[in-house]
Each structure stands twice: as C-alpha cells, then as structure tokens.
C-alpha cells in the first residue's frame, strides 16, 4: 500500500541525489536536497566517463583481479593503483574485495548489476522523453578494443557470459571495429579485436544533473546548496532531524523531516559510522581530461573502452573526454601531486597515441573526483536499519550509468511500491519478485 505523501531530506546533490529527489517528487512527496557544493553536480558527478554502459557493467572483483592489482602497485600510471593505509576501513575493504574475486561471486554480481543497468537505462530514456533534456547524448553504442591477441580473446569470453545475461555484446574482428569506429584507422594495425554493444550510449553527465536539478526545484524542490552535512541525530531507534550548516554565513540549522536519504556518495560511509552503520564504501579516485578538437572530422564519435589502459573515451560536442584509472588512497583529490601529475599525463599520451593530432593536448582540463565502490560493484540502494534513514550510495564507476534506476527505485521502495527488478535492496521488507540470490537479498545496513 503507497505511503502517505510525506517530507524527505535528500543528502546529496550528484546523479544519484537529484534522480532521487526527481522520482520523489513524481510519488508525490514533498523533497529537501542538501550539498556542500553552490550547484549539483559538483563532485563525482562533474567529469566522469560520460558513458551510459549497461552492457559493460563487470565488477572488478574477478578471478584474475588479484594478480593484476599486485603487478600494478608499483606504477603510478597503472589502471588500478592499490595504496596500503593505516586505514581500517580500506583494508576492510581490500579484504572484501579479494574474497569477490571468484567465478561464482563475479557471476552472482553480474546478475544484479545487469538487472540494475537495464532497469536504469529504461528509466533515464523515459525521463529524457518527459523532459526534452538535452546533455550532448550520443546514442551510438560502445566499442571495447584490444590491443593484444591474449586481451582480445579474454574480452570474446566476457562478451559470451553477457550474453548469457541477454547482453547484445558482439565480437568483433579488426576491420569490424574500424567499420564501427573510422576514427581509429591511425591506430589500426594495433588492434586485435573488440566487442561492440549497440544499445549503449554515451552523454555529459554534469549537464543531465543540473539541468533536472533546475527542473525539481521548478516543481517545488527545496535546495539548500553550500550547506555541509555535519551529524544525523537520532532518537528511539530513527532519525529525528539533521545538523547541517550554511558554509556562507557559519550558521547552523536542524532539518526535520519524515524520511531522510543518504547518497552522499564516497561521503555516506564516514558519515552514518557514527550512528553503527558501517557501509563497506571506499572511495575510488578517478580522473579524467576534457580537451577541445582541433579536427572534429577525425574524431570518434562513437564512445570507446581501451582495454589496455582500462581509460573510457566519449564525444562531448566539440570536445573529447578521457577518463579512467583508480586509485585506492583515501579522500585525497589532490591533482598536484606526483601520483595524480603521472596519471593525468597518462590520459593524454593515450588519447595522442591512439588519435595524434586530433585534439588539443595542450591545455587539458584535467579533473579528479571519488568514486564510491563496494568490493561487489554492487550498491546500497533501500532502507538502513535506523528508522526514517534510506540509503542510496555506492555506485562506484556506474553511477551515471545507475543513477535515474536508482533513484526511481529507492522512490518506489519509499512509497511502499516493488520495483521491477531483481535486485538485493537494502532491508528489504517486500514480496520478491523473483529469487535472488540469499547473500545479495535483504542485506541490512
């Protein structure tokens, strides 16, 4: 039975928080959004991939994955550099991780995250439909090349398990890829194969959030931005309000509300630590290069995965975005530092390599932002064990990906509804819809 219309205080402004709040206000709720930031968007959010990849969703916990990780750790320019703290939370995190990396855990994570892909891609081109909101979307596919025979046959057997989940993942041969992407005829006699999913697409995140953010507020969405998170109080067992304070003037104010949503992205764990709910999130930092084309015409145009520096690359109008790597070092978002200096080079001596000439290296906009990853890939997305507290965090490398799903899923779940997809939702009180599997379904947080 649909819950009574009632206040919901939404932390956090990015994909996931503004989704929520958007799908919210369609329940018919009345909707507080707050962030530390003047705009949505601002974060993770700001310039990740671009890629819309529902059928390119592997959790990076695999059976190979440990042997990887250990020969990247002395590299910083590496796909995936692994940092060693003196941080509880990171080897909690780490230690989790390693115990996905087995077929039967990367086969279970695959079903739900497919499961979430297609129910998010269904969301977000109903959404667009809605709205008319325009954010440089390009819906041409996604094309995976391989730089070796041995990645190019790796890459056929992940293309036949997608396909085992309703994937259209197609093998491609060499000239099959360039016939899918001219662009890369320079690098041509390189490539030993790829895989291509039509049905994926490509667009500017930042500009999809803030434009929808612009549209809730027009429907009567409250936004508090500047305004930082400092503590979720508690009484008898729920949430009974919010300390937040306006980072302008210094002043403080307690936020009420009925229901209260978490999706602060890598931000949520340290956050609730303090009301006993540990959340296995650890931040990721990725960064990505946003560079002007000095030749359009030569540039790809559909959105493309280098298998060999793990880097995604999409056409953003007049611009080229390559984004990728992550680094498991804590909450720095430093870009001067030697490590971050090594990584951002790496993205444009890729792009040249693979594209010379085509975009303007020379003043690259560089950016960095935390990723919120769970050793499954999979997130908390439904209620926690506080009372009024909803989570909705955790999408790591796919919340742009995830995001419209996920917050008109956790809607639904806050109106008393079932969302159709099988997915393992937090505290999850409801009839299934199907059987999922035991250790994904009903976890409480």
Request: hydrophobic content about 40%; charged content about 20%.
């Amino acid at each position: 039975m649909q819950q009574q219309r009632s206040r919901v205080v939404v932390l956090g402004a990015g994909i996931i928080g503004i989704s929520t709040a958007w799908h919210l206000l369609n329940e018919g709720h009345e909707v507080t959004v707050v962030d530390r930031q003047e705009d949505a968007a601002l974060e993770t959010s700001f310039a990740n991939g671009a890629q819309i990849s529902v059928s390119f969703c592997e959790p990076w916990a695999h059976a190979g994955a440990p042997l990887k990780v250990a020969k990247w750790l002395l590299h910083d320019d590496s796909p995936l550099l692994f940092r060693p703290r003196l941080d509880p939370h990171q080897w909690r995190w780490g230690l989790s991780f390693l115990a996905q990396c087995n077929d039967a855990a990367f086969e279970r994570n695959v079903r739900q995250l497919v499961a979430l892909g297609r129910y998010s891609h269904e969301s977000l081109q109903r959404l667009v439909a809605d709205t008319g909101i325009a954010y440089q979307r390009l819906e041409r596919g996604i094309l995976h090349f391989f730089s070796s025979a041995a990645d190019a046959e790796a890459g056929a057997a992940a293309a036949e398990l997608m396909r085992r989940y309703g994937v259209d993942r197609r093998v491609l041969g060499r000239e099959e890829v360039l016939k899918v992407e001219p662009a890369l005829a320079a690098f041509g006699p390189n490539i030993h194969g790829g895989t291509f999913t039509p049905s994926d697409e490509s667009g500017d995140a930042r500009v999809f959030t803030q434009r929808l953010a612009a549209m809730c507020a027009q429907r009567g969405a409250r936004f508090l931005y500047r305004t930082a998170v400092e503590r979720i109080e508690t009484a008898g067992g729920e949430v009974s309000g919010v300390r937040v304070r306006d980072l302008a003037t210094g002043q403080r104010q307690r936020l009420q509300g009925d229901q209260f949503v978490a999706a602060m992205g890598s931000y949520t764990a340290p956050l609730l630590r303090s009301l006993g709910i540990y959340l296995n999130i650890y931040p990721a930092k990725g960064y990505s290069a946003t560079m002007a084309l000095k030749r359009p015409d030569d540039a790809s145009v559909v959105s493309l995965l280098d298998d060999t520096r793990k880097i995604a690359i999409s056409r953003l109008g007049d611009t080229i975005r390559v984004a990728g790597t992550a680094e498991m070092a804590g909450y720095d978002t430093a870009l001067d530092t030697p490590t971050a200096r090594a990584r951002c080079a790496a993205l444009v001596r890729r792009y040249e390599e693979l594209f010379p000439g085509v975009a303007d290296t020379s003043q690259p906009n560089f950016w960095t932002g935390l990723r919120p990853s769970t050793p499954t890939n999979i997130p908390y997305i439904g209620r926690s064990r506080i009372g009024r507290l909803w989570l909705n965090a955790g999408h790591g490398t796919l919340g742009w990906t995830h995001g419209a799903g996920s917050g008109q899923a956790l809607a639904e779940l806050m109106s008393g509804k079932r969302p159709a997809l099988n997915f393992g939702f937090c505290g999850d009180a409801l009839p299934s819809r199907s059987a999922v599997p035991a250790m994904a379904r009903g976890r409480h947080a």
